[in-house]
């Protein structure tokens, strides 16, 4: 297969900003609120920003090419890699994951869901754009199954366990169960 190594930082800097983002949040106390929306947002517009850099980088002439592709040895013991790259089909998916989060930040600046924790509500979020991105980059089934299923777990705390709520629950774990299905089917 034919990649291009060009500028292969942008989709781990891409991918793991919000996670920054988030251990920025850690040390902020739980009562400051405007604080932890502040934080949210700020992060979720720049990695907006590196996504929006990534789509000007990208070449669409060889769409069909894995590009800022990296390949690295990570795990040695149990032969892993650190394997990413994004061709044409997963670029608007990408880009669309990091407009979502900051739609949602924006959108839950004065409309934090019940129990109204913003600290815990936010972090989930970008811990969530952290696993949505991971998933359209990675290249190989066990770690896309593993971004996914990242990407499942906060969507699935965000979701109270009252009882009016839990089919949402349910269909946020049988989308991800078929979104898994269809990447590793492909």
Same mark, same amino acid.
């Given at each position: 297969m034919e990649v291009l190594r060009d500028q292969n930082w942008l989709?781990?800097?891409?991918? !793991?900003?919000?996670?920054?983002?988030? $251990?920025?949040?850690? #040390?902020?106390?739980?009562a400051d609120e405007e $604080?932890?929306?502040?934080? +949210?947002l700020a992060t979720a517009v720049a990695t907006l920003g590196?996504?929006?850099?990534?789509?000007?980088? !990208?070449? #669409?002439d060889q769409a069909g090419t894995l590009q800022f592709f990296a390949d690295t040895e *990570?795990?040695?013991?149990?032969?892993?890699n650190y394997t990413i790259g994004l061709d044409g089909m997963s670029l608007p998916l990408y880009i669309l994951s990091m407009v979502v989060t900051v739609l949602?930040?924006?959108?839950? *600046?004065?409309?934090?869901?019940?129990?109204?924790?913003?600290k815990a509500f936010l972090s989930l979020m970008l811990i969530l754009q952290t696993g949505m991105a991971g998933t359209f980059i990675v290249d190989g089934a066990? %770690? +896309?199954?593993? !971004?996914?299923?990242?990407? %499942?777990?906060?969507?699935?705390?965000?979701? &109270?366990?009252?009882?009016?709520? $839990? &089919?949402?629950?349910?269909?946020?774990?049988?989308?991800?169960? #078929?979104?898994?299905? $269809?990447?590793?089917v492909s």
């Open positions: 989709l781990t800097v891409g991918t !793991f900003l919000p996670m920054v983002g988030v $251990l920025v949040m850690l #040390f902020i106390p739980k $604080l932890h929306k502040l934080v +949210a590196v996504g929006i850099y990534t789509l000007t980088q !990208f070449d #669409f *990570w795990i040695k013991v149990i032969s892993s949602v930040m924006i959108y839950s *600046w004065n409309h934090i869901p019940s129990p109204g924790n913003p066990s %770690a +896309a199954i593993s !971004f996914c299923m990242r990407s %499942a777990m906060p969507s699935n705390m965000v979701v &109270p366990p009252d009882s009016t709520m $839990l &089919p949402y629950r349910s269909l946020r774990m049988s989308t991800s169960h #078929f979104m898994i299905e $269809l990447y590793v």
